[in-house]
């Protein structure tokens, strides 16, 4: 292990400043983050900022070197409603708490007893293996959290069917609705294209239960602020407002040119961490034809979002959830709303959400969903006092099911440290805050 290495980290979300911050708690002293946006932390400034539950151990490790802290939540500040506007359950049934029904108890207690026997080995961070009936990572398990466990299991391939399929093949389709909601507010898939090892890694039981029974973390200033001290303790802070516009890679080391208000200017390192979206890093890296194939292979999520002003005496709760909507066949559909602003306070804004695409089918055209949106939240008692912004963007990056199962994330494993590249970010973590922290720790420990 040689700490002087010139180590090169692409991007400043939370997988980027969580890799530099094991990399300097191991001693290494030379590390260069660069990261295109004027602010770090990803998408914790986004629309889809996470929240947090008592398994969330990296984060927390994150939190003590930054010496933040977070705040544990009890509110009934969200409303479920079905297509018409009526008040509903939040799995689209009826009005009332989730746990109240018999069988949804029931389904409960066997899933958890699936993943702890039939399934053991999904509790852990990161996918490598899976396809092939196998676990390899670190624990999240209450008792060996971010320890690292290896094993065999032919019934975890099974986690590489979509997540309604494996619900039903288990039997717990009840229990599977109580997923409906955090996916839809997270910009993750739909549960028939979505392999269950994204759904179930990122949110695990305990996180689900929490979500709904609103136990979870929330922070002050937002999820950004972890990462905001974070990388004001490190050593060489992240240079913002610097875009990567070339990597190429040679028996010299590597070279990157960045491009920021300075001007262009290329540096050489010895190793490249690349925490940045893999589809993005094959437009400007001398990638290979294997990376190529496997980042051709990535899929996200794409959003329509209106942001609005309200009337006063119009304020909704925090967030809203339309279960019905989060179906194919109603993309384009309002599935969530979320409050941005205080109801006494000046702000009185609301964004509001439709997905736009399913893996198979036409994609919705942008402006039919804008449309949608401002029908539908006047539908709920939200019509607009003033239509402040439209825009596209983009939730979590996965592979879809057949890809997963074809071993995908193997023969990215089998890569890192190639041509002295590493790999990170949300492709890598399934998106969750706490999985993009604790890949990157399992990256840092084994390689470097």
């Known amino acids: 292990m040689d700490t002087n290495e010139r180590i090169c980290i692409i991007g400043a979300g939370p997988s980027g400043i969580a890799a530099a911050m094991y990399l300097q708690v191991k001693g290494y002293t030379n590390v260069e983050i660069f990261e295109k946006a004027p602010r770090v932390g990803g998408k914790t400034a986004g629309l889809w900022e996470p929240a947090g539950a008592d398994s969330y151990y990296a984060v927390r490790e994150l939190e003590r070197f930054g010496g933040t802290d977070h705040a544990l939540v009890f509110s009934e500040d969200r409303v479920y409603l079905g297509a018409d506007g009526t008040p509903e359950g939040p799995f689209g049934t009826s009005k009332g708490r989730p746990f109240a029904a018999l069988k949804l108890t029931n389904q409960l207690r066997k899933l958890a007893r699936l993943l702890e026997t039939k399934y053991k080995g999904c509790a852990c961070y990161g996918h490598v293996g899976l396809s ?54 997270s910009g993750c898939g739909y549960p028939d294209e979505l392999p269950a ?8 039981l305990e996180t689900v239960l929490a979500f709904h029974d609103e136990s979870y973390w929330e922070w002050e200033d937002g999820a950004r602020k972890i990462f905001e001290a974070v990388n004001r303790r490190l050593n060489r802070p992240a240079k913002l407002c610097t875009e990567v516009v070339s990597v190429a890679r040679d028996g010299e080391g590597i070279r990157v040119t960045a491009q920021s208000e300075a001007g262009e200017r290329e540096e050489r390192f010895d190793k490249l961490i690349v925490t940045a979206p893999l589809s993005d890093f094959a437009a400007y890296a001398d990638i ?36 019905g909507n989060f179906t194919p066949e109603k993309s384009g559909h309002l599935v969530v709303w979320q409050r941005k602003g205080e109801p006494a306070g000046e702000e009185r804004l609301v964004a509001a959400t439709a997905y736009l695409n399913h893996e198979g089918s036409l994609d919705v055209p942008a402006e039919e969903a804008f449309a949608n949106l401002e029908a539908e939240l006047g539908l709920f008692g939200l019509a607009p006092e003033e239509r402040l912004a439209v825009r596209e963007s983009f939730g979590m990056p996965f592979v879809p099911c057949a890809d997963y199962a074809d071993g995908w994330y193997d023969r990215l494993e089998a890569l890192q440290g190639q041509r002295g590249t590493y790999y990170g970010g949300e492709i890598l973590s399934a998106g969750s805050l706490e999985d993009a922290c604790a890949v990157s720790r399992d990256l840092v420990g084994r390689f470097f």
């Open 132 to 185: 092939k009936g196998g676990f390899f990572g670190l624990s999240k398990e209450m008792d060996n959290h971010l320890r690292r466990v290896r094993g065999k299991n032919r019934n975890l391939r099974e986690l590489a069917l979509p997540f309604d399929q494996f619900c039903r093949i288990n039997g717990v389709e009840e229990a599977a609705k109580l997923w409906l909601a955090p996916l839809s507010a």
């Open 197 to 204: 090892a994204y759904v179930l890694k990122r949110f695990g």
């Open 288 to 323: 290979s034809e294997e990376e190529r194939s496997l980042f051709e292979r990535i899929r996200r999520k794409k959003a329509a979002q209106l942001l609005i002003r309200v009337p006063a005496n119009a304020m909704p709760p925090g967030m809203g959830f339309v279960p």
